[in-house]
């Protein structure tokens, strides 16, 4: 795939799972999957260091070979996984913050709509057509 | 000034609306005041969610309980929590000395039987937003004089 953006409950089970290209959807799933311990030591390492970062942004939660995992997490707990190809090189740190930004606005509006459960997968079309622009964009 | 009328209104029909006219048992009050709660409950879950896009993540639970009192409050209410106290094992004690929607009921004692129902969708808020950020609590009010007003929140440990 080239990118995949993931939307992880405070529970940490799925909400919104997505990406491009279907036939290594399995790989990116489990890619999601193992960047949540990254997300979670993240989380529980503040107060512990001198450097107090207390940023929503988690910044690159790590790299391997063929792709770069970014993570962001709100204060409801809720985590923001994007996953791009490592050979996209034109993608900036401040592109992927602003993509989460994004991502949380829509995300916050989701969460007010009186018409969604708080905790069910995330059904909004608005939502998703904020992820497939990000998906043409980066793509 | 003027944003805070329509809030006020709108918190006094939703309450004419689920209690009613009439006055009806006990249990009928009981099952009401919970409908209210919860519906305090959802809006404080949406609620937080925006007020909380733009600040930094939370230290602890003190912090969480200082965001409640200072700007959650002050986005519902135009005003902060006039008192904060604490037993630093999980309780905690906001109190408001004058709670604007206890303030257009006639002060002191008159219709102090009739405070539950205009405090219960402000309890559920308080859950609501608390739960949202991942603390699970049981939020109680007390008024003994109009139209000052207790909050006591009981941090539920897992």
């Known amino acids: 795939w080239r990118v995949g953006i993931a939307v992880i409950a405070k529970e940490n089970y799925p909400l919104y799972i997505r990406s491009v290209a279907s036939q290594s959807e399995l790989k990116f799933h489990y890619t999601v999957h193992t960047s949540l311990d990254v997300v979670e030591e993240k989380i529980s390492a503040v107060g512990k260091s001198l450097g107090d970062q ?63 459960n708080p905790g ?10 904020i992820v497939s622009g990000m998906m043409v964009q980066t793509g | 000034m003027a944003d805070e009328a329509p809030f006020q209104f709108l918190h006094s029909e939703v309450i004419q609306y689920v209690f009613g006219a009439s006055d009806s048992g006990d249990a009928e009050t009981g099952r009401n005041i919970t ?38 409050w002050t986005c519902l209410f135009k005003k902060q929590i006039d008192n904060l106290r604490t037993n630093h094992q999980g309780i905690y004690v906001l109190q408001d000395s004058k ?3 206890l303030s257009h009921l006639s002060a002191g004692k008159q219709y102090l039987d009739q405070a539950p129902k205009y405090l219960a969708f402000t309890c559920g808020l308080v859950r609501g937003a608390l739960s949202n950020l991942g603390v699970k609590s049981i939020v109680t009010a007390e008024v003994s004089i109009m139209p000052a007003c207790k909050f006591q929140v009981m941090i539920q440990k897992i």
């Open chain 1, 54 to 116: 207390r940023e929503l942004y988690l910044g690159l939660l790590y790299p391997t070979e063929d792709y770069k995992v970014y993570g962001y997490v709100t204060n409801s707990k809720v985590k923001f996984v994007i996953v791009v190809d490592s050979s996209n090189t034109s993608l900036r740190d401040n592109e992927i913050r602003s993509m989460f930004r994004k991502l949380h606005n829509s995300f916050t509006d989701v969460m007010c709509n009186p018409f969604h």
């Open chain 1, 120 to 129: 069910d997968p995330i059904q909004s079309k608005a939502f998703d057509g």
């Open chain 2, 35 to 72: 409908k209210v709660e919860s519906m305090g409950f959802r809006v404080g879950q949406g609620l937080i969610e925006r007020l909380t896009k733009e600040t930094s993540r939370f230290k602890d639970e003190l912090d969480v309980m200082k965001f409640i009192c200072k700007d959650f």
């Open chain 2, 99 to 101: 709670f604007q929607l």
